[in-house]
């Protein structure tokens, strides 16, 4: 469990995000959920969290690495979402 915001939301609004991973037969089951996200945001982040945590961990959890696919999705993401103003902090080269 954490506690974590989105740039733009108010200065003292936090959510709480709640990951849970449990083995099961063949496989993880990973169950994921996030109370407090402002109704004008759900559809961005639903989107967000599915493509910047759901994929990469999917990914993980069956190969042992993210693949260049999604790198490359998502650096391109953070790219037009930094043109349209939608990140207010510096973005690492990481991503």
Known sequence: MQTW?????????YSVVIFDIEAVDG????????IGIP?????????GW????RVPMQEIFE???ISEKTHARVKVD???RTGLGK?????????
């Open 78 to 80: 953070i790219e037009e």
């Open 50 to 53: 599915i493509e910047t945590y």
């Open 5 to 13: 915001r989105a740039t733009g939301w108010w200065s003292d609004h």
């Open 63 to 65: 190969s042992g690495a």
């Open 27 to 34: 496989g993880t089951k990973l169950a994921f959920s996030q």
């Open 39 to 47: 109704p004008r945001c759900y559809s961005d982040h639903y989107r």
């Open 87 to 95: 990140f207010e902090r510096k973005i690492s080269d990481d991503a």
